[in-house]
């Protein structure tokens, strides 16, 4: 039984660290935050450069060969710094479905200039209707010679509007909501027929409403095979469950630290207000639900890792209690922070945000309890 | 970054699980899942089959008659005692007052009292809490006189659990008062019950049971030998014992068994009724809980890592006391909500509806103690807020 990093794991650790604690300061990160694309592209090519960007593809892709828990490392650092540059959507999200599902030809086109920091990708897996149902996909393909014609919408595409590639699943077969008949196509950004209506989102990232108006795509646009696009878009959500929870930790971590930081220095009544019971109790749960997120995250990891029957229920579990204990751990650290803890200037506010804006991605507290309570086990 | 056992623990866990398979006998394995109290001589044969084996000193170092078991070894054995929902250990000899004694007692304290404690031949209680000291533990008034070679005992101990079978009883007693700290002048005593001026008086709780009682001392002479370390150290020997009664109040994997019982009979029909299963609400409840649980058995994987690494335990006994308490109760109340109007008939005899539903009562009332026995848990936020956020 071991819980402790491995070398490349703590090495990575500590490279994250480093460059949140020199090169990514709370103002700089809202200065990308507030640019014109949401992020700095001189910080998406130094994660290149540090091979971040390559830590879960094979080596043959030209990546590290990296699993969960190597994601889960890095999520957990990144968190620190609420990092605005597109990690999940291009390497978790599109990565995902690319290193499952694409060719040699399609790699060579996507993947690779992806791990490069060259190409832009995400993944489209949201439709207006779907709610959390990844099975809900009304966008259409329909055969057109040897091409494909696709229409519908996608909704809330994380960094849609800076992405070059957008990996669509589409319905080429069966009735809305089957798991059979979606298929995954990669579709160019400017492609005819696409509109990309971009928009920033409360906790400082940017996403889209994406349009397809008879978008025609060639058949080599198609990732995996026809009609069988569910298995790897349900894998990659996962996978992508557990990176933003890992992230969320990590963000509960900060919070719990700043706020019983801050119950120190500030004074009222001439005492610290960290000396009053009240607020103990509360930094108390503050404390445990980050320790019980820690280990149900840990629990995940491994779970997921190793393929074992528990993986979903495991990943169920763990983003209920994020969305649920991390929510009042959030507003627990707004409310110590007085009237500070509502402005714009501290940090806190934001890492709240985002770990408001975690809970609800991939399944809210509620879909995930409803899935641990029909689950059999 | 992994939770497997090592070929000499897995080859562990079998030996154990075969022992609870073979060796735990049925008589008492269904007075135990009735959810009665365990009659005494069903609780000590249960302990002397555990002491045969090898396995009372669960905790004990070998020089002792010990296990002597890695962390590991303790982690799988408590797992599988749970499984088997095997009775709980009585812990104040085996638990408390031994490691207390082999850890701070004399050469001839432990001849005299370790190996009748590991065969379970005395029956032993705790003499800590007084009707004014409650959380507040170090402002007890039990009072020791130093009188020729006797400390001559007067005061009031309350909450003694299972008191009434005891034949011993370790207790925390003044010894000097005029003290710089009150932590401070407390001294660790072994009394004999049958000693002249020792009364025990029966409280019953809310469920109706007698399981705790209020222990007089009127002039009772304890022979100075009886005094464990140091005059005036006892509070320092006491707080060694109660960390090691927080860590196992977290009972995870008991809690566990309970869980799975309870998902199993909501699968089924009861009275003809519907499922529980059918129920969202009921099981969303269930799932929250099973969720809390799991963090819980992973955080005690964490500090287990920890200790088997050589780091030391620290305040987070703490915290799987707050939890462990907490989800135990969050399980009793699910099993109360379970059983609906059949919780109201809350005694086994005479048996009414479908078995042991009818006790749901008894442990959900019994187990509100589960969050203020062994330091309450609001004492225990105090605790982490000082030693682990520095407040």
């Known amino acids: ?377 | 970054m992994h939770v497997t056992f090592s070929e000499a623990d897995l080859a562990f866990q079998e030996e154990v699980r075969t022992f609870f398979r073979d060796e735990y006998p049925d008589e008492i394995r269904e007075a135990v899942s009735s959810g009665e109290e365990l009659p005494r001589e069903m609780q000590i044969r249960w302990q002397k089959i555990l002491f045969e084996k090898g396995w009372a000193g669960i905790n004990w170092p070998t020089e002792h008659g010990g296990t002597g078991w890695t962390p590991v070894q303790k982690y799988i054995y408590a797992r599988e005692e749970g499984n088997a929902n095997a009775p709980v250990i009585v812990p104040f000899g085996l638990n408390m007052v031994g490691p207390v004694i082999y850890t701070f007692g004399s050469e001839a304290q432990k001849n005299r009292f370790l190996p009748d404690i590991l065969a379970s031949n005395t029956w032993w209680c705790q003499g800590y809490s007084e009707p004014g000291a409650g959380s507040d533990l170090a402002s007890l008034k039990t009072k020791g006189d130093l009188v020729g070679d006797h400390w001559v005992v007067n005061g009031t101990k309350t909450w003694t659990t299972l008191g009434q079978f005891a034949d011993w009883i370790f207790c925390l007693v003044r010894t000097t008062s005029d003290v710089a700290r009150r932590q401070e002048g407390i001294s660790f005593l072994l009394i004999d019950m049958k000693s002249p001026g020792v009364t025990v008086k029966p409280i019953i709780l809310l469920d109706g049971t007698h399981e705790v009682n209020e222990i007089h001392f009127d002039n009772v002479e304890v022979p100075v030998e009886n005094l464990v370390g140091e005059e005036g150290k006892g509070w320092t020997y006491g707080k060694v014992l109660l960390q090691h009664e927080r860590t196992n109040s977290a009972n995870t994997f008991r809690s566990e068994y309970r869980l799975r019982k309870l998902r199993e009979q909501a699968a089924t029909s009861v009275r003809g009724a519907p499922p529980l299963a059918d129920d969202k609400n009921f099981m969303r409840r269930l799932a929250a809980v099973e969720v809390e649980l799991k963090g819980l058995e992973y955080t005690e994987l964490r500090t287990l890592a920890a200790v088997s690494s050589g780091k030391a335990p620290g305040p987070e006994s703490s915290f799987l006391k707050i939890k462990g308490t907490e989800i135990q109760q969050a399980i009793d109340t699910l099993y109360m909500d379970a059983a609906g109007y059949y919780a109201l008939p809350y005694r086994a005899d005479p048996s009414v509806g479908e078995g042991t539903e009818t006790l749901t009562a008894l442990r959900y009332f019994n187990f509100r103690k589960a969050t203020i026995y062994a330091g309450s848990n609001e004492i225990q936020k105090n605790i982490i807020a000082k030693h682990v956020l520095g407040l």
Request: glycine letters at 10%.
């Open chain 1, 1 to 377: 039984m071991d819980f402790s990093l491995n070398e490349i794991q703590a090495m990575l650790a500590d490279s994250v660290d480093k460059f949140i604690q020199n090169e990514y300061d709370f103002d700089t990160r809202q200065a990308y935050a507030e640019s014109d694309t949401g992020f700095s592209a001189d910080v998406w090519s130094t994660f290149a450069e540090l091979g971040w960007t390559a830590v879960p593809f094979a080596e043959d892709d030209g990546g590290l060969d990296g699993g969960p828990a190597d994601i889960m490392v890095l999520m957990q650092q990144l968190a620190r710094g609420l990092v605005v540059e597109p990690y999940l959507a291009n390497v978790i999200l599109a990565g995902g479905i690319l290193r499952r599902a694409a060719n040699a030809e399609q790699k060579e086109r996507w993947l690779q200039p992806m791990i490069a920091g060259e190409l832009h990708a995400t993944l489209a897996f949201n439709e207006p209707q779907a709610r959390y149902r990844l099975t809900s996909v009304a966008t259409t393909a329909t055969r057109d010679g040897d091409d494909w014609i696709l229409n519908g919408c996608k909704g809330v595409v994380l960094n849609g509007g800076t992405a070059d590639l957008l990996i669509i699943p589409a319905r080429t077969s069966g009735n809305a909501d089957d798991e059979r008949g979606i298929t995954l196509f990669g579709v160019a950004a400017d492609s005819d027929g696409l509109t990309c209506n971009a928009y920033a989102t409360y906790d400082g990232q940017r996403a889209a409403e994406v349009i397809l108006d008879g978008v025609c795509v060639e058949d080599r646009a198609v990732l995996g095979e026809v009609d069988d696009g569910f298995a790897d878009l349900d894998a990659t959500i996962d996978e992508a469950t557990l990176a933003v929870c890992a992230e969320a930790v990590g963000i509960m971590q900060v919070l719990k630290d700043k706020t019983v930081e801050y119950s120190k220095d500030r004074s009222q009544f001439g005492v610290p207000i960290g000396s009053f019971q009240e607020l103990q109790h509360r930094m108390v749960d503050m404390l445990m639900a980050c320790e019980q997120a820690q280990s149900l995250l840990l629990w995940a990891v491994m779970a997921n890792a190793s393929g074992s029957e528990e993986s979903k229920r495991a990943v169920s579990s763990i983003k209920y209690l994020v969305s649920t204990a991390g929510r009042s751990l959030g507003e627990d650290a707004i409310q110590i922070h007085g009237g500070m803890g509502v402005t714009w200037e501290l940090d806190v506010a934001h890492y709240f945000k985002r770990l408001t804006a975690i809970g609800t991605m991939f399944g809210d507290a509620d879909w995930h309890l409803d899935k641990l309570a029909s689950a059999s086990h």
